[in-house]
């Protein structure tokens, strides 16, 4: 059985800057407390991470993992899956990025993610790192954005 979570934020940049930041592989460790290495291992056509991987802290111990990336444009989107890792059976995602309506400098953020963990976790444990892991991916994300932007 795997898990699902969406949810959104609106930060105060444009779209095309939230694609870039969340596009910038290698600077994660400079902004989200829980990776701690990132090798981006091959580029798309545009220069963009294809094939990622990632060190990160997680439940207390190190975790690795590998994810391969996939863009989109209308709307402005990045996508993942798992190709492998140790904790996580499925860890598949995406950000979205939709302009607000008459305001070219302020973003929708949607960001959705699937897990499956490699072993049985109890619930508490579970809610408990989702809540961690969304706040991660929008307020952080949002916090990076709107000081680059600044």
């Not at 580029?43 to 990160?56: I, M, P, Y």
């Not at 995602?93 to 973003?107: I, L």
């Given at each position: 059985m795997f898990e699902q979570a969406t949810k959104s934020t609106?930060?105060?940049?444009?779209?095309?800057?939230?694609?870039?930041?969340?596009?910038?592989?290698?600077?994660?460790?400079?902004?989200?407390?829980?990776?701690?290495?990132?090798?981006?291992l091959r580029?798309?056509?545009?220069?963009?991470?294809?094939?990622?991987?990632?060190?990160?802290a997680a439940m207390g111990r190190s975790t690795t993992y590998l994810l391969e990336y996939f863009y989109g444009s209308n709307p402005l989107r990045v996508s993942?899956?798992?190709?492998?890792?140790?904790?996580?059976?499925?860890?598949?995602?995406?950000?979205?990025?939709?302009?607000?309506?008459?305001?070219?400098?302020?973003?929708?953020?949607?960001?959705?993610?699937?897990?499956q963990m490699a072993m049985p976790l109890p619930g508490f444990v579970k809610r408990r790192a989702e809540a961690r892991i969304m706040s991660t991916a929008l307020e952080v994300l949002r916090s990076r954005v709107e000081s680059d932007a600044q």
């Open positions: 609106t930060v105060e940049a444009s779209p095309q800057k939230c694609f870039e930041v969340v596009c910038d592989f290698e600077s994660y460790p400079e902004w989200v407390p829980e990776i701690k290495q990132v090798e981006v580029r798309d056509d545009n220069g963009r991470g294809g094939l990622v991987s990632f060190q990160a993942w899956r798992l190709v492998e890792g140790d904790l996580t059976k499925r860890l598949d995602g995406e950000y979205s990025f939709h302009p607000v309506p008459d305001t070219p400098e302020r973003t929708e953020v949607t960001y959705h993610l699937a897990v």
